[in-house]
């Protein structure tokens, strides 16, 4: 079945420690996105990719970095220099167009001890 | 800027009771409109969209009209169930942005009880 994948589903890390959450597709989507969502909120943008090796800061990039070297893939590597990283991170992808429907992955949840 | 804006949660019924949530946008040209449902501890799933003026969504018995005059988007069920108790997450997608990141409103819990 077609969709997205993101793992692992739990993340605990040190304080001090660069973790990386995999979000790999399927679906042949040219965008991908990832997003935080902190409890009782809302959703924030991190980092987006439109195309194969190119990738733009969202609203929140400081602290994070990416990769796109494959369509299927887009890690999120979360550094030390994220203050507050205990959150829940969201994959998505798209096709092109305004229309179309953004997909999302399971989420993973990322805690610091 | 383009912003969403939704009712605050949470919001509580009882089964079979009419629920609405509003959500209104600002945007420049004629944004996508977009519903989202999170259950506990899981992504989000689309609940239903409509891409213009007038456009009425629906999936699951819930239905959202997409009225440009109102900038609104609100989300109505019938009767709902137990089973909706979960998060809704109004958004937008630019149609200026062809490759589209979403705008999110905060999200309103809906708490469904027996």
Same mark, same amino acid.
């Given at each position: 079945?077609?969709?997205?994948?993101?793992?692992?589903?739990?993340?605990?890390?040190?304080?001090?420690?660069?973790?990386?959450?995999?979000?790999?597709?399927?679906?042949?989507?040219?965008?991908?996105?990832?997003?935080?969502?902190?409890?009782?909120?809302?959703?924030?943008?991190? %980092?987006? @990719?439109?195309?194969?090796?190119?990738?733009?800061?969202?609203?929140?990039?400081?602290? #994070?970095?990416?990769?796109?070297?494959?369509?299927?893939?887009?890690?999120?590597?979360?550094?030390?220099?994220?203050?507050?990283?205990?959150?829940? %991170?969201?994959?998505?992808?798209?096709?092109?167009?305004?229309?179309?429907?953004? #997909?999302?992955?399971?989420? @993973?949840?990322?805690?610091?001890? | 800027?383009?912003?969403?804006?939704?009712?605050?949660?949470?919001?509580?019924?009882?089964?079979?009771?009419?629920?609405?949530?509003?959500?209104?946008?600002?945007?420049?040209?004629?944004? @996508?409109?977009?519903?989202?449902?999170?259950?506990?501890?899981?992504?989000?799933?689309?609940?239903?969209?409509?891409?213009?003026?007038?456009?009425?969504? @629906?999936?699951?018995?819930?239905?959202?009209?997409?009225?440009?005059?109102?900038?609104?988007?609100?989300?109505?069920?019938?009767?709902?169930?137990?089973?909706?108790?979960?998060?809704?997450?109004?958004?937008?997608?630019?149609?200026?942005?062809?490759?589209?990141?979403?705008?999110?409103?905060?999200?309103?819990?809906? $708490? $469904?009880?027996?």
């Amino acid at each position: 079945d077609g969709g997205i994948t993101q793992s692992p589903k739990y993340l605990f890390r040190k304080e001090g420690q660069n973790v990386t959450l995999s979000c790999e597709q399927n679906l042949n989507h040219d965008a991908m996105y990832w997003y935080r969502q902190d409890p009782g909120q809302g959703l924030r943008l991190i %980092y987006y @990719s439109q195309i194969v090796n190119d990738f733009q800061k969202g609203d929140i990039a400081e602290g #994070y970095s990416v990769s796109r070297e494959k369509k299927e893939s887009f890690p999120l590597t979360v550094t030390s220099a994220q203050k507050n990283p205990t959150a829940f %991170y969201l994959c998505a992808s798209t096709p092109p167009r305004s229309g179309n429907t953004i #997909y999302f992955g399971e989420g @993973s949840w990322l805690t610091v001890v | 800027g383009d912003s969403v804006t939704q009712m605050e949660g949470p919001v509580t019924l009882s089964e079979e009771a009419f629920l609405t949530i509003n959500c209104t946008y600002t945007a420049t040209g004629y944004p @996508s409109l977009f519903w989202y449902v999170q259950y506990p501890g899981e992504g989000l799933q689309l609940l239903l969209k409509a891409t213009k003026a007038d456009d009425k969504g @629906s999936n699951k018995g819930f239905e959202a009209t997409y009225r440009k005059e109102t900038t609104s988007f609100h989300l109505e069920k019938g009767s709902v169930q137990v089973s909706d108790s979960a998060v809704y997450f109004c958004a937008l997608r630019l149609s200026t942005d062809s490759w589209g990141k979403l705008q999110f409103g905060a999200g309103t819990q809906v $708490v $469904v009880t027996p």
